[in-house]
Every structure is written in structure tokens, then in C-alpha cells.
């Protein structure tokens, strides 16, 4: 974990992601700026302006630290988690007058806070690992247990509080109090990752020869079970049906996200040999899948903070702990091939596969995409721009398929969910259209 304090990180965790937000909200607003009042127009400027700081100011951070050779100090997280908390509640508290509702919601298949919330977050999240790292010295005897135990009281304090004090509440100001109780699930769910993530480190530290003999009994429910469980729960096939979407989080009905889901969770599973062609086989194996981890990974994490309410109120809501669990795992495991096939290979042809690799799943996606939006583009001109000179080769299976899901994208509402579509395919692609143009 002392790896983390590598101020390189940084610019992976916080520099990229805000830069991919930047341009994903400036697209957006090259789209809706001329609906957009003096008021509006105000707010895309001081949160523009705010997160174009936080950018900055954590890239001079960094390059302080990579001059000076550095590491990176808990200061920074004690500083950044804060802040950025911050950011996401009032942006959120904003997010109204950021997008009227005057938008027509077609042009907003996906909903802005979450588009903040998925970039922004992994900042956090770095965050409470240099806190856990910081505070938990391995020179001393640390307990997994207790921090488990700290947990699971968060939630169960939430209880008693809704259960004993919260009947008998009378708040002076209503709205005062809002704001205070959900500043307190903030921090009470800051509190929840901090010593669930502690308890794992501690466990990984101490247990990890021990335990090296089971890891079957652990990685099987972790890389297969509960990722096969979360889509079966998410999708209806188990538990209660999302009455107003296709998923709670997401559209994940196709069968790929359960035919991705077993074969990353075997890959993961496999032993690690010490048989040079079967381990970089295996490399590539988990490069190609860690693309999918890293999806689920990005896409749950701005629900890290409900993770606990669901926890109490379905008590499936560990489920949605997975994708950081799974992506933790995998991290691990491309670093131990990384680190055995080094020895054997050159580092820069470990990169090459690696990034080649992990490539291939997003390519195969987005030529899917593609290829649909041309087919759609191909039927618009038919009918609007017909040439009768030119030849059309439209197919008619995938275009219905096409309209249907830009349909879905635009029944969905302003609610914080992705429950009518796939998450960020749509907006890669631009798979929209008004409605009078559906036929």
C-alpha cells in the first residue's frame, strides 16, 4: 500500500478523471448554452471555475512533489476530503439551477451529478486509503476485528437514531436540519469506508500467507458469486423488480455482463504458476476483463455513500461494496504478473500488452456503438435526405433495437439513477434523437 504515496498517482486519480468531466460538462454545455438564463449561466461558471482550481491546484501539488521526490503526505487527504466533499454536496444542492428543468431530458440521458460524482470520487477514495495507510502502523498489533466491528455500529447507530430520537424530533428549522443530517450520513459513511478498508488492510497485511491456501474459499464469492448475484438483483431476476427502468443502477440485462462477469472472476481465480507462456497468458487474461472491473468500479463508486443505508435497509446493500472490493483484487493480482513477468520479459512489452489488452473490450464496444449510430444516421438520411441514386443498407433488426434504447434514454427522469440505459455508452455515442423523429 506504501505504493499509493507515489505522487504519479495523482495524476491518474485526479488529473485524468478531471479532464475526461471537463470535457464530458463542456460538451454539454456547448449543447444547452443558448437555453440557458443569466442565473444558470452564473453556476456553470463558478462550479466550472471551482473544478478547474481543484484540477490545478492538485496538478502544481504533484508536480511539487515529483520535483522535490516526495511522497504524498496524509496532509493531502486531510485537506482533500473535505474539500471535495464539499464540492459534490452544494453541487448537488445546485444542480437545479445548473440544469433547469426547462432542458429537454432528452438531451440529458444521463444525469449531470452522477457524471461528477463517478470522476470525483476516486479522489476520495485515494483519499481514505493514505488515511488508512497513515493510521494504521503495522510496528504495532492491529486488529481486524474491531474495525469491523466499528463498521457495522455506523449503520446500526443510524437505526437506533431513526428508531428512538428521530419520532420525537422537532426541528426549529426544517431546512437547517436537513442539511445537518445529511452532512452527518456524509461523514458517518466516511467513517463506514474508513474502517471497512482499514479491517481488509489489516487482514491482507497479517492474514495473507495464512490465509493463501483458502483464497478459493474468499475469491469465489468475491469475483463470481456476488458480482453474478448484483446483476441478478439489479435486473429483477431475484428480490423486487425497478418498476420505472429496466435496473436500479443500470441497464445490465444483456447477457455479456454475465458472461464478462464468470470469465473475469475465473481469470482471477486461476493459480498464479510460475510457468513463464501460462502466467503472461493469464496477464492477458486479466488485462482484457480489468476493463470491465474498472467499469463496474467507476460506475458504483459515486453510490459508495448509499452502500450503508442499503446495507440497513435491505441488507443486500454489501453488494454494492463489490466492484471496490473486486477492483482491489485485480489490481493485486495484475501487479503480482506484472511483477513475475518483469523478471522473464521487458517492461515496456508488459506495457504494450497490458494496455493492448485492456483495450480490446472498450474497442469492441464502441465499434458496436458505432456501427449502430451509422445505421441510424444511414436511416435519417433515407428518410429525410433520400438520394435515389444511392444504394441503403440498412438493418432493420438493429435499428429497432437502436430506437428503442434511445426511447428508454428519454423516458428516464431527473432522479439521481442510470435505471432506463446502459451508463455512459449513450453519451459516448450521442444516440439521441427528438421525439418526432422516432418512427
Not at 456501427?371 to 436511416?379: P, S
Request: net charge positive.
Amino acid at each position: 500500500m506504501k505504493n499509493l504515496l507515489n505522487p504519479k498517482w495523482l495524476l491518474l486519480i485526479n488529473t485524468a478523471p478531471l479532464l475526461v468531466l471537463f470535457s464530458l460538462l463542456a460538451a454539454k454545455y456547448q449543447v444547452i448554452n443558448s437555453m440557458l438564463t443569466g442565473t444558470n449561466l452564473y453556476y456553470w461558471k463558478v462550479y466550472g471555475g471551482l473544478l478547474i482550481f481543484l484540477g490545478i491546484a492538485n496538478l502544481v501539488y504533484t508536480a511539487s512533489l515529483l520535483s522535490k521526490k516526495r511522497e504524498v503526505s496524509p496532509l493531502y487527504a486531510l485537506v482533500v476530503l473535505p474539500t471535495y466533499i464539499l464540492f459534490l454536496y452544494f453541487y448537488g444542492n445546485n444542480i437545479d439551477l445548473i440544469i433547469p428543468f426547462n432542458i429537454p431530458q432528452w438531451l440529458f440521458p444521463e444525469h449531470l451529478l452522477l457524471y461528477v460524482g463517478t470522476f470525483v470520487m476516486p479522489t476520495l477514495a485515494y483519499a481514505l486509503f493514505i488515511l488508512v495507510y497513515h493510521f494504521t502502523p503495522m510496528d504495532e498489533k492491529q486488529r481486524a476485528g474491531s474495525n469491523f466491528l466499528y463498521a457495522v455500529l455506523i449503520p446500526f447507530s443510524w437505526y437506533l437514531f431513526s428508531q428512538l430520537i428521530m419520532p420525537f424530533w422537532r426541528p426549529v428549522d426544517h431546512q437547517f436540519m436537513e442539511h445537518v443530517v445529511i452532512l452527518g450520513i456524509i461523514m458517518g459513511t466516511v467513517l463506514f469506508l474508513f474502517f471497512l478498508i482499514r479491517g481488509i488492510y489489516v487482514i491482507s497485511v497479517n492474514k495473507a500467507e495464512k490465509w493463501k491456501p483458502y483464497a478459493l474459499a474468499w475469491k469465489i464469492p468475491i469475483t463470481i458469486l456476488f458480482p453474478l448475484l448484483g446483476l441478478a438483483l439489479n435486473n429483477g431476476l431475484i428480490g423486487f423488480r425497478y418498476s420505472y427502468g429496466s435496473g436500479v443502477f443500470g441497464d445490465f440485462a444483456d447477457p455479456s455482463f454475465y458472461v464478462l462477469a464468470v470469465l473475469n472472476g475465473i481469470f482471477l481465480c486461476l493459480p498464479n504458476l510460475s510457468n513463464v507462456p501460462y502466467r503472461l497468458g493469464l496477464f492477458i487474461g486479466r488485462a482484457s476483463t480489468f476493463a470491465y472491473t474498472f467499469y463496474f468500479f467507476l460506475i458504483f463508486l459515486p453510490y459508495l455513500p448509499l452502500s450503508v443505508i442499503a446495507i440497513l435497509a435491505l441488507g443486500s446493500g454489501f453488494l454494492m461494496l463489490t466492484p471496490l472490493v473486486l477492483f482491489v483484487i485485480h489490481i493485486n493480482e495484475l501487479a503480482h504478473d506484472f511483477a513475475f513477468l518483469r523478471q522473464q520479459l521487458a517492461q515496456k512489452f508488459l506495457w504494450a500488452i497490458a494496455i493492448t489488452s485492456f483495450a480490446i473490450i472498450p474497442l469492441f464496444i464502441s465499434g458496436a456503438y458505432l456501427k449502430d449510430r451509422q445505421n441510424l444516421h444511414q436511416a435519417l438520411d433515407y428518410l429525410y435526405h433520400s438520394k435515389y441514386e444511392q444504394t441503403y443498407e440498412i438493418d432493420a433488426k438493429a435499428l429497432a433495437k437502436t430506437l428503442h434504447r434511445i426511447n428508454s434514454n428519454k423516458e428516464g427522469g431527473r432522479d439521481f439513477d442510470f435505471g432506463y440505459h446502459t451508463p455512459y455508452p449513450v453519451s459516448y455515442t450521442h444516440l439521441t434523437l427528438p421525439t418526432k423523429r422516432i418512427v
